[in-house]
């Protein structure tokens, strides 16, 4: 069965600086994969998403992340973190057979 | 990618109660997904709805504590009855898309028991 592992529970950044939150998952063939951001109270607000492809993914609010197979990794980053980026990071992974997991999150801390 | 409605987005409810919990996207799906989101915890899968049948329970959810509709291909209603304090979280829909793989996500149901 597919899993995904978020490391760590909670980080904390200064804004301005650089972001890398980790995501490995288990999964016999190519996953599709998936970050998401979750604001408290809120739902899931998807940043970017991997199903093939340039393993190098683009998402919104300047969000990136990067399928390395050799490693089952795909780590989200950002260059430069703003105040606003403060929140609940989801992971997911998913197959071609309605079966979706998801990672148990990392809650961003922004620092003045 | 598919637009989910969900309503309402908040609602505080007696114990003892139910809650209807209502889910439209604007194009027809095949496979609609309620999830359930505890306090400080992951998502979690309660059911797979589709058109026409019963719906699907993942272990450790039952129809009598959660009923599900799905009328149509753009509509469904997750219930949650007899609620408890435990009941207290988020609820999302989310609907299958582009290779059989959901990833859209409604704005979610904020419940709180009290």
């Known amino acids: 069965a597919q899993s995904v592992t978020q490391p760590d529970i909670h980080i904390t950044v200064s804004e301005g600086a650089s972001l890398e939150l980790r995501c490995n998952y288990s999964?016999?063939?190519?996953?599709?994969l998936f970050w998401y951001v979750q604001s408290p109270g809120q739902g899931l607000q998807l940043l970017l998403k991997?199903?093939?492809?340039?393993?190098l993914v683009q998402g919104i609010k300047g969000f990136e992340a990067e399928f390395k197979r050799s490693q089952s990794s795909f780590n989200l980053r950002k260059p430069s973190v703003h105040w606003s980026d403060a929140a609940e990071y989801f992971c997911?992974?998913?197959?071609?057979?309605?079966?979706?997991?998801f990672g148990a999150g990392t809650r961003l801390t922004v620092k003045p | 990618s598919a637009v989910i409605s969900q309503k309402p987005s908040r609602d505080i409810c007696q114990r003892g109660t139910s809650l209807t919990i209502q889910c439209q996207v604007d194009?027809?799906?095949?496979?609609m997904f309620w999830y359930r989101q505890q306090p400080g915890q992951s998502l979690t899968l309660i059911a797979t709805?589709?058109?026409?049948?019963?719906?699907?329970?993942e272990s450790g959810f039952v129809i009598d504590k959660f009923p599900i509709s799905r009328p149509n291909l753009t509509f469904s209603t997750l219930t949650v009855s007899n609620m408890s304090p435990e009941d207290s979280s988020i609820y999302l829909c989310?609907?299958?898309?582009?290779?059989?793989?959901?990833?859209?996500f409604g704005s979610g149901t904020r419940l709180t028991v009290v």
């Open positions: 194009s027809q799906v095949t496979m």
């Open positions: 709805a589709n058109q026409g049948s019963e719906a699907t329970y």
């Open positions: 997911a992974v998913a197959n071609g057979n309605n079966d979706m997991r």
């Open positions: 991997y199903f093939s492809g340039d393993t």
């Open positions: 989310s609907v299958d898309f582009e290779d059989n793989v959901r990833y859209t």
């Open positions: 999964y016999g063939a190519t996953p599709y």
